[in-house]
């Protein structure tokens, strides 16, 4: 059946029109099951209410639901839930909201997670669960409740915990959660505290099924301290703070999972005279894709340098890395004031004109015939390899950088064809990124391509 999506300019003008509209909606659809989004930010009650009155008597048909509301996600069904029927059927569900604005409102966060764990327990079907905001304590009553959800049924998981704390009781739910979860493949866990850790027991925490983890807090160090995931492909870590290498290697040690794409949003230089090339690199030998968008040249240079197999610590025998498709390095220039030095710059371009030319060496032609071009390739059953380095710095015309980008195209293009998609940006005094490869050209962005059974599957936040 064809579906209704109405958008909120034309149900201002004619509200109850609408209202109408979706009574028949749901009339004629009959038992059919109904896949429901709603956006009620800045929506008055006048809304709520009577989409409140025509879907909630309707739950027993929901498939998936998206909700935001910044009443809090628990606004609708708390507002009717005495016509809330068990939702079998309810596969996918996303709550998007503030629970509480401030933390003389603490007891709304109590009641708030019983109200989510009261809606869970009604929903057994559910493999796909988003919760925004979600409370950092708990009431002794929902507790209760909690232990009656079937989290072992959760495939996809976010959470994003609530900044604020209740002193002495926080978080000291979400070890019993996190403990069920072994049938997770994808997990996004947001924590945006000051600290970004949980009181109480804790771990490990194993995850069985795991394949794809997004990390996003100030410190990711105490989750991977805490987490096993042996079957882990994918790894993305963001939130601002950092992380420490030596925690990371410990973590795919202990895992013994074989990282294939692998995203962070910082790299700084670590205190142990060992640096994340180093300590993390030497575990990801099936790695394909690396991402730094934001991180100190320092680290990069090393990079590249353990990539091309002239960092000690690369081992005597091939190239470290063999199966990398993608990679993108790039550095704030506000952070990082080594990007406005001359001799740091230079160097990253010679580094990278080594990486490329000892990863793929050129041929001295190249057949007309694309596929067995794509044959020279070690990476012959995938997309073009592609490469990114953006240095932040407001220009990058270096005397005697031309031989430097000479050995780079030399190598990305053969016979006008392109084997490596390479590029070198800058900041333009007009705030435009750049090619230092291609004059006058817009730098293009880096845009990691995974595969989709790895791509997050629940709501990022």
């Not at 079937?150 to 915990?161: A, D």
């Not at 994808?186 to 794809?212: K, Q, R, Y």
């Not at 031309?402 to 006008?416: F, L, P």
Request: proline share 6%; glycine share 6%.
């Amino acid at each position: 059946m064809e579906g209704l999506n109405v958008g909120w300019n034309r149900i201002d003008s004619h509200l109850a029109a609408f209202e109408w509209r979706l009574s028949i909606f749901l009339t004629r659809s009959q038992s059919h099951p109904l896949r429901i989004r709603l956006d009620l930010r800045l929506k008055g009650d006048g809304y709520r209410k009577f989409l409140t009155a025509l879907l909630s008597p309707q739950s027993h048909r929901w498939d998936s639901v998206w909700l935001s509301d910044s009443r809090g996600p628990p606004s609708v069904w708390m507002d009717g839930k005495e016509r809330l029927k068990p939702m079998p059927h309810l596969k996918t569900l996303s709550l998007r909201g503030r629970l509480f604005e401030s933390i003389e409102r603490i007891l709304v966060d109590l009641d708030a997670i019983g109200e989510i764990y009261a809606l869970l327990t009604q929903c057994p079907s559910v493999t796909t669960l988003s919760l925004d905001s979600f409370p950092t304590s708990e009431s002794a009553a929902a507790k209760s409740l909690r232990q009656g959800i079937p989290w072992e049924n959760i495939r996809k998981l976010g959470l994003k915990i609530h900044r604020r704390s209740l002193a002495g009781s926080t978080h000291l739910h979400l070890p019993d959660i996190l403990s069920r979860l072994q049938n997770l493949t994808h997990m996004h866990l947001h924590h945006p505290g000051t600290n970004g850790t949980m009181s109480g027991p804790i771990g490990p925490f194993v995850f069985p099924e795991l394949i794809g983890l997004v990390m996003k807090a100030p410190n990711t160090d105490w989750m991977m301290a805490e987490f096993v995931a042996p079957r882990l492909v994918s790894l993305e870590l963001t939130g601002g703070g950092g992380f420490r290498p030596s925690t990371l290697a410990a973590f795919i040690t202990r895992s013994r999972c074989r990282i294939q794409y692998l995203q962070l949003l910082e790299l700084r230089e670590d205190n142990n005279p060992k640096d994340f090339a180093a300590q993390v690199l030497p575990h990801l030998h099936d790695l394909r894709l690396l991402s730094v968008s934001d991180g100190l040249l320092g680290a990069c240079l090393k990079i590249l340098r353990y990539l091309r197999g002239q960092d000690e610590s690369s081992g005597p025998t091939g190239l470290p890395c063999p199966g990398l498709e993608a990679s993108n390095f790039c550095s704030s220039v506000l952070r990082d004031r080594s990007a406005e030095d001359e001799t740091f710059r230079k160097l990253l371009l010679e580094e990278l004109a080594g990486f490329v030319e000892a990863r793929w060496a050129t041929p001295k032609s190249v057949s007309m015939d694309s596929d067995r071009a794509q044959r020279r390739s070690p990476n012959t059953d995938r997309q073009t390899l592609q490469f990114r380095v953006y240095t932040g710095s407001a220009h990058i015309d270096l005397p005697n950088v031309d031989s430097v980008m000479d050995r780079i195209m030399k190598v990305a293009v053969v016979d006008e064809m392109t084997r490596v998609d390479v590029d070198v940006g800058f900041r333009s005094q007009t705030l435009e990124a750049l090619s230092a490869l291609r004059r006058d050209m817009q730098y293009i962005w880096f845009k990691p391509q995974l595969p989709p059974g790895l791509v997050q599957g629940v709501s990022g936040f």
